[in-house]
């Protein structure tokens, strides 16, 4: 089993930044893509930034230019840098891992999610 933990997320002005932060600790054989979603109200859940093991990164085009997804591969751990933050961005950001775990049938890829941190974005 893997756990993510979700750190940050508040409610802040728009313009302002925040700092998300996600650590994985558990079974963890290997760490593969690292990244972060989100979901405001009445939407469905949609991708922000992702990252894979190599360092290739991948953002969604609302947020380019404005975030910065960077990771720790020695700590487990991934990182969203959120500038210049719009009321649009407002919504519950989690975190979520593809993890490599060793089972009885040899190594298997599974994905986690975090519990999920709120963002506001108002005046």
């Known amino acids: 089993q893997v756990e993510l933990v979700e750190f940050g997320g508040g409610l802040v002005q728009p313009g302002e930044s925040l700092r998300l932060s996600c650590a994985a600790s558990?079974?963890?054989?290997?760490?593969?893509?690292m990244g972060w979603y989100r979901q405001a109200p009445g939407k469905e859940r949609e991708l922000v930034a992702t990252?894979?093991?190599?360092?290739?990164?991948n953002y969604a085009d609302s947020v380019k230019g404005r975030f910065t997804i960077s990771r720790d591969n020695a700590k487990n751990t991934v990182v969203l840098q959120m500038n210049s933050l719009k009321p649009e961005d407002t919504a519950v950001y989690y975190c979520?891992?593809?993890?490599?775990?060793?089972?009885?049938?040899?190594?298997?890829?599974?994905?986690?999610w975090g519990q999920g941190t709120q963002v506001t974005v108002s005046s």
């Open positions: 979520n891992a593809l993890v490599d775990t060793i089972t009885t049938m040899g190594i298997r890829e599974y994905k986690y």
């Open positions: 990252m894979t093991s190599g360092g290739s990164t």
């Open positions: 558990g079974k963890i054989f290997r760490l593969n893509n």
